[in-house]
């Protein structure tokens, strides 16, 4: 008997406009980071997002590290940050010279939590470290809120960095994700809500700072006919190609989101309140992308999120834990934590469901019938 299609957790969603736009760079020979293609995607990202500025990078990791090198962080130095991310947000810190403090998870939408913060600011001066920024994230296509932790970071003179990697699309009060910080960090790996096959970006309304960020993203060359370098910089320039892809995705971000949105209401429809199942809020103010549905699921039932990974998996099905906390990593066993213990409970509790723009409702039927079926054991 042939095996069910298998589904995937968020394929990339690419049909004939990206062809006709990689064909017709390929075509130009523009290939490298050089030429108009790159400079193109940054004017249309900046223009769909309402940024001033914009340099798209190889990474959405490559955009962070630009941004905190520039703080220009030494030993004694601390960096705090959300425990409930992906570690790419958190490992550009660790390589800019600082030490990261996490703080735990709202639970009014699983990002950093505002009210601990002055906690960790304490905790930073009775460890003899001088806290330098807050890098917060946008957790699965949901804003943070950015307001509440920068009056806090005004409060004390430090910089907000965004990692809005997972929020493309996403808005907070009519503003995409990533407006209200000194600098906002954007992914276009291949999963996400658009792709550039793998890449980044860094945006800002300060000119300045995404000039510099450019020049560190170009191995820090100075305008000279030799190479001539004052300090010393990254290769971390987007290519074209990846660039001409991003073009094309971006005139369909809307409908990518949209997608994403109604595969989660669908989820919603069809789970929500039965066997102690919930969902990912979406708080006030917020149009959450749902770049991944996570599902919550009550301890109190039979099925653990791991059986239940294991049954969708047994069916061709691609589903995911939900973040492992930083705090709980080997890497940072030894990193301070202010500490309300919501994270470790959303990943004890959470599983990522399939959520690609490209499934269909009999997709997100299937996923859901087994589901059924695991619980119903």
Avoid at 99 to 109: C, E, L, M
Avoid at 133 to 141: N, R, S, T
Wanted: glycine share 8%.
């Amino acid at each position: 008997m042939t095996a069910p299609t298998r589904i995937p957790l968020s394929a990339p969603d690419i049909g004939p406009a990206e062809r006709v736009r990689l064909l017709e760079t390929f075509d130009a020979g523009w290939v490298s980071s050089a030429g108009p293609v790159v400079e193109a995607f940054e004017r249309a990202f900046a223009e769909a997002t309402g940024f001033a500025h914009a340099t798209a990078v190889s990474s959405g990791t490559a955009a962070l590290h630009l941004a905190l090198t520039m703080l220009d962080l030494k030993p004694g130095d601390a960096v705090i940050a959300p425990t409930l991310t992906f570690i790419g947000g958190i490992s550009p810190i660790v390589h800019a010279g600082a030490r990261p403090i996490f703080v735990d998870s709202s639970p009014a939408d699983w990002n950093l939590d505002p009210r601990l913060l002055e906690q960790a600011f304490d905790r930073a001066r009775t460890e003899g470290l001088t806290v330098r920024a807050i890098v917060p994230a946008d957790l699965y296509g949901q804003c943070c809120d950015i307001d509440a932790i920068r009056a806090v970071a005004d409060a004390h003179g430090v910089p907000v960095i965004l990692d809005s990697a997972e929020a493309v699309g996403a808005t907070l009060n009519g503003r995409h994700a990533g407006h209200g910080a000194s600098a906002a960090a954007f992914s276009f790996n291949g999963n996400k809500i658009i792709t550039t096959g793998g890449g980044g970006l860094l945006a800002s309304e300060d000119g300045a700072l995404v000039a510099r960020a450019r020049n560190l993203a170009a191995a820090a060359r100075l305008p000279a006919v030799h190479y001539e370098h004052a300090e010393v910089g990254f290769n971390y320039r987007m290519l074209s190609l990846a660039a001409a892809l991003g073009l094309a995705q971006m005139e369909a971000l809307e409908t990518r989101v949209a997608r994403r949105r109604a595969i989660f209401d669908r989820y919603e429809a069809r789970l929500g309140g039965r066997f102690g199942v919930a969902f990912a809020p979406e708080a006030p103010g917020r149009r959450h992308t749902r770049w991944l549905t996570v599902m919550l699921m009550d301890p109190e039932f039979v099925a653990s999120p791991d059986r239940l990974r294991l049954a969708l998996d047994a069916a061709n099905i691609e589903a995911r834990p939900v973040w492992k906390p930083m705090h709980l990593q080997p890497a940072f066993r030894d990193a301070l934590m202010i500490n309300e213990r919501v994270a470790e409970t959303l990943f004890a509790n959470g599983l990522c469901l399939p959520s690609g723009s490209t499934l269909t409702d009999a997709d997100i039927d299937r996923v859901c019938d087994v589901i059924e079926a695991t619980f119903d054991a």
